[in-house]
């Protein structure tokens, strides 16, 4: 039997989500509520990393469960354990094969920033106080251009172990909330570690004339780091949703 979490957390006081000797991980506060309200070892595999302090919400994490644990399981008695920026928002069990990471098909970030000095939200949005003044017009061409990559070598972080680059980017747009907050919203089958933020980064450099169309393309027809690369800021990032094949969700049964 698998059983299924669905949970949200805020990043700040997080080396990211997978385990890491020496650090403070989700992954690692996770198994040890888990392990404690269960009796026993539990080790929960997620359905992909985030980095140092980014969020997330509706994160998909499963472990190999016993018949017990439905019983013993509940969000309350969880999130009576796990401290206050991690919490469990629904559990499941599901008698068929699943893998939180493998079988998912579409992930989608959002990145937030604002544009005036706020009291609030400075944990979860990014201030960029020249953003309304960048030169937007072609932020569009980039986005459909990203569309249409199957290669993003060129937003991978530098000296990365991973070897496939393949990426399917099924949305990309930039959405203005109000007149001092915007989002940058992205999904994909796959995302690079990193890869978000750098592009984001890019929009950027694009919008101050730091970097041109034509030279991103020449970036990404040739796989060479991206041009003038900028990481943005980790906590204005927020995993927002993870999908999976309906065959595979309507197996899902919710624990009480």
Not at 21 to 34: C, F, K, R, Y
Not at 166 to 187: G, P
Not at 229 to 237: E, I, M, N, T, Y
Request: hydrophobic share 40%; aromatic share 12%; glycine share 4%.
């Amino acid at each position: 039997m698998i059983i299924i979490v669905k949970l949200e957390y805020h990043g700040r006081a997080y080396c990211g989500w997978q385990r890491q000797i020496g650090q403070t991980t989700v992954q690692e506060v996770i198994e040890v509520s888990l392990s404690k309200l269960l009796k026993r070892t539990i080790d929960i595999t997620g359905c992909g990393r985030t980095d140092t302090g980014v969020h997330a919400i509706n994160y998909i994490a499963h472990f190999e469960g016993k018949q017990e644990d439905i019983i013993a399981l509940n969000r309350k008695s969880i999130n009576s354990i796990l401290p206050k920026d991690i919490s469990v928002q629904n559990l499941y069990f599901c008698n068929g094969p699943f893998h939180s990471r493998f079988d998912a098909i579409s992930r989608k970030y959002i990145y937030k920033l604002h544009t005036q000095k706020t009291s609030f939200n400075n944990d979860t949005s990014c201030f960029n106080e020249r953003f309304a003044s960048y030169n937007q017009t072609e932020f569009e061409t980039l986005s459909n251009l990203l569309l249409i990559q199957n290669n993003f070598k060129s937003f991978a972080k530098l000296h990365s172990s991973v070897e496939n680059f393949n990426c399917k980017v099924q949305q990309v747009i930039w959405i203005q909330k109000d007149d001092k907050n915007w989002e940058f919203h992205i999904a994909a089958n796959r995302f690079l570690r990193g890869m978000v933020r750098l592009l984001v980064g890019t929009y950027f450099n694009l919008g101050t004339n730091k970097i041109s169309i034509d030279q991103i393309k020449f970036d990404l027809e040739n796989k060479a780091q991206i041009t003038k690369a900028w990481s943005v800021p980790a906590h204005g990032l927020i995993l927002v949703n993870v999908e999976y094949p309906q065959s595979i969700s309507d197996l899902w049964v919710e624990i009480n």
